[in-house]
Each structure stands twice: as C-alpha cells, then as structure tokens.
C-alpha cells in the first residue's frame, strides 16, 4: 500500500473493530497527523519521504512525520495493518533528514531511526553519539542504538559506559541502551565480558550513585549466581539508592534463578527502611515481590512452576507511585503516616479462619520478622499467601488475581469504612477498594 488516504481508511475501520483501541483510543494521534498530511496535499507515502530528503521541511513537520513511521511499523506487526512504510525503503529518507539545519528536526529523525532498527543506521548514529558537540544528539543518538542490537552497536555502548572522560549523561543513556538490548536480545548480545564490567562498575566507589544504580538495574537481565550473590551483597550497602535498586533485580530474577539467600535482608529492609527514595517509594515496599515470591515457593512448590503469582499492597496509606506526590508535598521531606488503623493479628487471624476455615496461619519458615501474622488460604486453584505487616495497617497478598480480588472485597468488609483502602499491584498504581470493585488494576 502506498496511498495515504486508502491507510486512514484502513486505520479507521481497524479502530472500529477493535474494542481495545475504540475505548482507549490509541490510534487518535497518528489519525490526526495523517489527517493532516492529507489535508494539506500529501497522497501518498512517498510524498512523506521527499519532505524528509527536503532541507526547507519545517521542524514540526520532520516530527509528525517521524512519529507516524514507526506507528505504521508497529501497527503492521500487532495488529495486520497493512504495510504501509518499509523498513529498508524509509531508511534513506532518514538517513538524509540527519542533515536537516534544525537540531530540533535531528532530534526527531534520531528517534525514528531507533525505533525503524535498520542496521543502515548504526555506523551514522555512532558517529553522532561519538562525535557531536551537542548533548542532546549524542544522547538521543546513544539511545536510539538501543533499537538496533548489532555487535558494533554493542561494542559502542560498552566503550562509552566504560569511558570515565565522557559525560554522566552518555554513559547513562548509554546503560540504558543497553538495557534495551538485554531486554530483547539477550541471548544473542551478552556476554561473560559484559557482565564483568556491568559488575565491576556496580562496586566502583568512584562513580556516581546514579550511575551505579543504573547498572544494577541492568544486572537484573543476568541469571547468573554471581550476579545473585553481588545484589544480596548491595542489601546491605550504606546508600539507600542503591539497596533500592539491588532489591529490584532481585524481583526481576525471581523464578528464574534461586534468589532464596536474600530472604534475611530482604525481610529487614520490608520490616525498618521505610526512608522514600527519590522518584520512587519507600524502600521497604520494593522488595515485596521477591519477599513474597520466595516464600510462594516454599508454601507452593508445584504451584509455580505453572503459575508465578501476583503481589499486591493494601492499605489506608500511600503506596508505590503515590508516595512521591504525598512525599514532595510535605515541606519537610517526611513521609508522615496520617492513619490510625491498628489491626490486632489475633483478631484479624480469627477474622480469616471463619472466612475460609482450611487457613494456615503463622506457616511461613524461617519466620519473618516484618510480619506479625501471615497466612496461608486453600482457594479454587492456586493458594492465596499474605502477611499483616508490623505496622498494623498494611496487608500483602500473593496468588491469582481473582482470588486477591475477592480477598481485598472481603477485607474491606472487616474493617472500619473510615478508612479508605487501596490495593496496589507491586510498584504500580492503585485503586481503591469498594464492595464493587472489578478489577485489581488500574
């Protein structure tokens, strides 16, 4: 297909038919900007790339053009558009726009090659993440070779991570690329020389916070006991940053290495470090999901390897990404526990075993030191795990998502109306919970 006006057409009916796309919207922006084109003269694609290939194009047209392309590539793949812009035709196009005078314009074709991934692109983009003076080119460059996993590419991002004369900024961008890389090529791209380095740079004392909490970060992509043993090393680390980020690749390896070794320090970091991190939460909200999935391992040994459960919050508080609002609006940079609520475990634990009367409670071992009552419930499936947390207001559920649906409705039937809950998926948005709640997702 190359006519401009029959793909609306196509983009229309699609959207049409489609319920997910017709209640959430997501194809309204490229509509428009297609729209637009056609509007003012455009009929077909190959009228698009001559405004790239034209140095007079205005900026905001580079960008709408650029940010329709990889629209169309991913509306072929996922949802059998019709293939409107092909990969290796459209790099040229690009490839000239890179000469646009406007840096703004630059910024938008860089993005675009990234996302388009033709290998074309790796040698120019290296020479601008390399060579330019600007730092916003280098940067965008930086991280559009994340969407093109070449060995060049590879190689390029490991030398400017490793480059201590460059900028925090290149090398950042450049972690994060190759965060992208691992992320969907792993088995292809890494190697024992990466890990080495990334490992290496995660102790180096002389690089900055940021920097190193990067590279943790990245770390989680490597199922490799080594990487394990390094991250439960970092639980303990002085700066709160850095545990923060060795408790989320430990999340992010669970079920797929034994991270059972970490259960001490993760059950103290979950019991006393409630000290928020920028950005982010609470410290001892972080490491809930390998808390609670090493412990689902012990109580439901041949449940996961069918099923890996979810984990989710609930209380009357501010979780996860509502803490850094509740948390910058307070001038003093605490966050204050307003709530009252005190649950008493020998009641609550009265209070389940007349709801479901097969629970086990306290069946957690080595016993955790963050919970003051933990229980074990039998339902339709799959067990449904959760803990009372010392501070008597919040609760943790592990298991299938209706089952923790149904245990939020009935919890928040047992407990005072005055307090508003909210269940929170790990490191997510909440909801709040009413006798009518449908989902446990936002």
Same mark, same amino acid.
């Given at each position: 297909?190359? #006519?401009?006006?029959?793909?609306?057409?196509?983009?229309?009916?699609?959207?049409?038919?489609?319920?997910?796309?017709?209640?959430?919207? %997501?194809?309204?922006?490229?509509?428009?900007?297609?729209?637009?084109?056609?509007?003012?003269?455009?009929?077909?694609?190959? #009228?698009?790339?001559?405004? *790239?290939?034209?140095?007079?194009?205005?900026?905001?047209?580079?960008?709408?053009?650029?940010?329709?392309?990889?629209?169309?590539?991913?509306?072929?793949?996922?949802?059998?558009?019709?293939?409107?812009?092909?990969?290796?035709?459209?790099?040229?196009?690009?490839? !000239?726009?890179?000469?646009?005078?406007?840096?703004?314009?630059?910024?938008?074709?860089?993005? !675009?090659?990234?996302?388009?991934?033709?290998?074309?692109?790796?040698?120019?983009?290296?020479?601008?993440?390399?060579?330019?003076?600007?730092?916003?080119?280098?940067?965008?460059?930086? $991280?559009?070779?994340?969407?093109?996993?070449?060995?060049?590419?590879?190689?390029?991002?490991?030398?400017?991570?490793?480059?201590?004369?460059?900028?925090?900024?290149?090398?950042?961008?450049?972690?994060?690329?190759?965060?992208?890389? $691992?992320?969907?090529? =792993?088995?292809?791209?890494?190697?024992?020389?990466?890990?080495?380095?990334?490992?290496?740079? !995660?102790?180096?004392?002389?690089?900055?916070?940021?920097? %190193?909490?990067?590279?943790?970060?990245?770390?989680?992509?490597?199922?490799?006991?080594?990487?394990?043993?390094?991250?439960?090393?970092?639980?303990?680390?002085?700066?709160? +940053?850095? %545990?923060?980020?060795?408790?989320?690749?430990?999340?992010?390896?669970?079920?797929?290495? #034994?991270?059972?070794?970490?259960?001490?320090?993760?059950?103290?970091?979950?019991?006393?470090?409630?000290?928020?991190?920028?950005?982010?939460?609470?410290?001892?909200?972080?490491?809930?999901?390998?808390?609670?999935?090493?412990?689902?391992?012990? *109580?439901?040994?041949?449940?996961?390897?069918?099923?890996?459960?979810?984990?989710?919050?609930?209380?009357?508080?501010?979780?996860?990404?509502?803490?850094?609002?509740?948390?910058?609006?307070?001038?003093?940079?605490? *966050?204050?526990?307003?709530?009252?609520?005190?649950?008493?475990?020998?009641?609550?634990?009265?209070?389940?075993?007349?709801?479901?009367?097969?629970?086990?409670?306290?069946? %957690?071992?080595?016993?955790?030191?963050?919970?003051?009552?933990?229980?074990?419930?039998?339902?339709?499936?799959?067990?449904?795990?959760?803990?009372?947390?010392? #501070?008597?207001?919040?609760? =943790?559920?592990?298991?299938?998502?209706?089952?923790?649906?149904? =245990?939020?409705?009935?919890?928040?039937?047992?407990?005072? +109306?005055?307090?508003?809950?909210?269940?929170?998926?790990?490191? !997510?948005?909440?909801?709040?919970?009413?006798?009518?709640?449908?989902?446990?997702?936002?």
């Amino acid at each position: 297909m190359n #006519d401009l006006q029959a793909y609306l057409d196509a983009m229309i009916a699609k959207a049409k038919s489609s319920k997910y796309l017709s209640t959430y919207n %997501r194809w309204d922006a490229p509509q428009q900007i297609l729209q637009t084109f056609i509007t003012s003269g455009y009929s077909t694609i190959d #009228d698009l790339y001559d405004q *790239l290939k034209d140095m007079t194009t205005p900026t905001d047209s580079i960008k709408s053009i650029c940010e329709f392309i990889p629209f169309t590539l991913f509306a072929h793949r996922y949802y059998r558009m019709p293939r409107l812009v092909d990969r290796r035709s459209v790099i040229h196009p690009l490839l !000239a726009a890179l000469n646009h005078p406007d840096d703004e314009a630059k910024y938008h074709v860089i993005w !675009a090659l990234g996302r388009v991934g033709n290998q074309c692109a790796v040698k120019p983009l290296i020479r601008l993440a390399t060579t330019s003076d600007l730092e916003g080119v280098r940067h965008m460059a930086i $991280l559009a070779l994340g969407g093109i996993a070449t060995e060049l590419t590879w190689d390029t991002l490991l030398a400017i991570i490793q480059n201590d004369q460059a900028s925090e900024g290149d090398r950042l961008n450049a972690v994060t690329a190759m965060t992208s890389h $691992l992320a969907t090529h =792993f088995w292809e791209m890494s190697t024992p020389r990466d890990k080495t380095i990334l490992m290496a740079l !995660a102790q180096n004392e002389t690089e900055s916070i940021t920097l %190193r909490a990067a590279v943790i970060e990245a770390l989680a992509f490597y199922e490799d006991p080594q990487v394990v043993n390094l991250l439960i090393e970092f639980l303990d680390h002085p700066i709160p +940053t850095l %545990r923060f980020w060795a408790s989320y690749s430990l999340c992010e390896l669970l079920g797929d290495i #034994d991270i059972s070794a970490a259960l001490p320090k993760l059950d103290r970091i979950i019991k006393d470090e409630h000290q928020v991190i920028p950005q982010f939460w609470q410290l001892s909200r972080e490491p809930l999901l390998a808390f609670e999935g090493i412990y689902y391992e012990k *109580l439901a040994p041949d449940v996961v390897t069918d099923f890996y459960p979810s984990t989710f919050v609930i209380s009357p508080e501010p979780e996860y990404s509502d803490v850094w609002a509740a948390y910058q609006q307070n001038t003093e940079k605490l *966050l204050e526990r307003k709530t009252d609520l005190k649950i008493d475990p020998v009641w609550f634990g009265q209070q389940l075993t007349t709801k479901w009367p097969e629970t086990k409670l306290n069946v %957690r071992e080595p016993k955790p030191q963050s919970l003051s009552l933990d229980w074990l419930i039998s339902m339709k499936d799959v067990p449904l795990s959760g803990g009372l947390h010392v #501070d008597g207001y919040s609760v =943790f559920v592990t298991g299938h998502d209706g089952d923790v649906l149904l =245990f939020a409705k009935w919890y928040r039937s047992v407990i005072d +109306t005055r307090y508003t809950l909210r269940i929170y998926p790990w490191a !997510a948005d909440g909801v709040i919970v009413t006798p009518a709640l449908d989902k446990v997702y936002q």
